[in-house]
């Protein structure tokens, strides 16, 4: 299980040239003009994650296989866009598709870029967006009141429950606030899920700096921020074009580039790191001679679960999982020594699963 970000921002603000790195293709066109993505373009990128080289080696695995991400790079939105204005309509349908939101804004002054609204303000930007948002998602929601006004009459338990959490989300977009600030019981989580409300998706601000503030970043990133803090919700900063660069390099020279620019590490990690903890995404890993792979499961998730996400017979019949958390495996030299040392341990069907474990399911066909 990996995730799907949708990539979207004002027209011109680095989308396409973000997912072009990402996914090391040129299949998005990188135009300056609006509305130069006229369909999605959907990319899977591996997750890169320095632990499941250091498993392959300490297993002398022969095949490395990470988890994987998906991107979909989504057209340029506009003012007016929940009324069906430039391509809209369009918008709305591919960001309901997707797990969460990469909002790109341009944090950048460039004179030979031009921006739709005649300015560079990120702040502003995000507000348009998130407004556009929560107007499609307050139309939606009228209508389907509406819609359920019939059911309801006649105790509809389903239609009772739906009604009254569109109303609270209608609630809270009606004082300016998105859907996902709308605290759900337990009991309603699921049917709360099921409305596919727009601005019920986390949200992750992606600064686009320049090359020269890619490291710091300016103060068009420190305002979003402020913003984001004051959200609820996380950013990264990240020059689009330094990441286009870096991914037609190989990974030495990538490498040595970062440090040119004082980088750590490709933003790719660092966005993907970060969309991670947004949706509380987590990884375990599955090791042997044959190959060593990295799955991805949503945090909380219990062995069986974890299980079925490489078969579903494994789940059905799950009897238990062995597992050694990743620091012992690596620290001990793999698993024969780490299970003479008493690190691995036997878990049943109530185990929740950590971050880093190393497990194999034993489980009846």
């Known amino acids: 299980?990996?995730?799907?970000?949708?990539?979207?921002?004002?027209?011109?603000?680095?989308?396409?040239?973000?997912?072009?790195?990402?996914?090391?293709?040129?299949?998005?066109?990188?135009?300056?003009?609006?509305?130069?993505?006229?369909?999605?373009?959907?990319?899977?990128?591996?997750?890169?994650?320095?632990?499941?080289?250091?498993?392959?080696?300490?297993?002398?695995?022969?095949?490395?296989i990470p988890t994987r991400m998906t991107f979909v790079d989504i057209a340029g939105l506009v003012k007016g866009a929940s009324k069906g204005e430039g391509l809209g309509n369009q918008f709305l349908a591919n960001i309901r598709e997707t797990d969460a939101i990469a909002h790109v804004l341009r944090c950048f002054e460039d004179g030979d870029v031009t921006h739709v609204e005649g300015r560079v303000d990120p702040v502003a930007d995000a507000e348009t967006i998130d407004t556009e948002l929560m107007l499609a998602d307050l139309e939606s929601i009228e209508k389907r009141r509406a819609g359920l006004v019939r059911k309801i009459k006649g105790n509809d338990k389903d239609a009772v429950q739906q009604d009254r959490l569109l109303g609270m989300a209608q609630d809270a977009i009606e004082a300016g606030k998105p859907a996902r600030t709308v605290e759900v019981d337990e009991d309603d989580a699921k049917a709360w899920r099921m409305l596919q409300l727009l601005t019920t998706k986390p949200v992750l601000y992606v600064c686009n700096v320049g090359e020269s503030e890619a490291a710091e970043g300016n103060a068009f990133s420190a305002a979003v921020g402020e913003m984001a803090a004051a959200q609820g919700n996380s950013h990264v900063i990240i020059s689009a074009q330094i990441e286009e660069e870096i991914s037609q390099l190989e990974d030495d020279e990538a490498e040595m580039f970062l440090g040119e620019m004082g980088l750590e590490e490709a933003g790719l990690d660092r966005l993907i790191r970060a969309g991670y903890e947004l949706l509380h995404l987590e990884t375990y890993f599955t090791v042997g001679p044959k190959e060593a792979r990295a799955w991805t499961i949503k945090a909380g998730t219990s062995a069986p679960k974890a299980a079925g996400v490489i078969h579903g017979d494994f789940e059905k019949g799950f009897i238990r999982a062995e597992t050694i958390a990743y620091d012992d495996f690596v620290a001990l030299g793999g698993e024969g020594p780490a299970k003479e040392a008493g690190k691995m341990r036997a878990e049943g069907k109530a185990y929740v699963v950590k971050d880093g474990d190393v497990l194999h399911f034993l489980f009846n066909t």
């Open 1 to 64: 299980m990996g995730f799907k970000m949708g990539i979207v921002g004002l027209p011109n603000v680095g989308k396409s040239t973000l997912f072009n790195a990402l996914t090391r293709t040129a299949a998005a066109q990188a135009a300056n003009f609006p509305f130069c993505t006229i369909e999605p373009n959907v990319g899977e990128v591996a997750v890169p994650d320095a632990r499941l080289d250091k498993l392959a080696a300490i297993a002398t695995s022969k095949s490395i």
